[in-house]
Nanobody, 126 residues
Framework: QLQASGGGLVQAGDSLRLSCTAP????????VGWCRQAPGTEREFVAA????????RYAGSVSGRFTISRDNGKNTVYLQMNGLKFEDTAVYYC?????????????????????WGQGTLVTVSS
C-alpha cells in the first residue's frame, strides 16, 4: 500500500509538493506514476518516473508546471506542482508497478500499476 500526502487548499498560482511513500516495500525497484481524478471525470495520469529516475513523462495538461522526482534513499516520490490552476483541483493518487518493457508505452494507463495510495485532495481556488 502506498501513502500519498501533501494536498491542501491553495489559490491559483500557488505551489504544492505531494509525496508518495511505500512503507515496507523496495520502492527503488518500481516505476511510479501520479494520477488525479476530479468529480465526474475519469482518472488521468499526469506524470510518471522510472525506477532510477532517468525516464520521465508528463501529460500535456501539466507539462512545464509539474515536476516528478524520486529519492530512492528515502523511499519517496514527489510531485512538485507550480502555477496551480482551478482545473488542477482533484484527488491525486500515486501508483507503483513493475517496470516492464510495456510500462514505457502504457505509463498513463491504470492497468500498468498494481499498487495504489489512498489519495490526497488538492483544491485550487480561483
Amino acid at each position: 500500500q502506498l501513502q500519498a500526502s501533501g494536498g491542501g487548499l491553495v489559490q491559483a498560482g500557488d505551489s504544492l509538493r505531494l509525496s508518495c511513500t511505500a512503507p515496507g516495500r523496495a520502492f527503488s525497484s518500481l516505476a511510479v506514476g501520479w494520477c488525479r481524478q476530479a468529480p465526474g471525470t475519469e482518472r488521468e495520469f499526469v506524470a510518471a518516473i522510472s525506477r532510477g529516475g532517468g525516464w520521465i513523462r508528463y501529460a500535456g495538461s501539466v507539462s512545464g508546471r509539474f515536476t516528478i522526482s524520486r529519492d530512492n534513499g528515502k523511499n519517496t516520490v514527489y510531485l512538485q506542482m507550480n502555477g496551480l490552476k482551478f482545473e488542477d483541483t482533484a484527488v491525486y493518487y500515486c501508483a507503483a508497478g513493475p517496470q516492464t518493457s510495456d510500462w514505457y508505452a502504457y505509463w498513463s494507463r491504470t492497468n500498468a500499476y498494481d499498487s495504489w495510495g489512498q489519495g490526497t485532495l488538492v483544491t485550487v481556488s480561483s
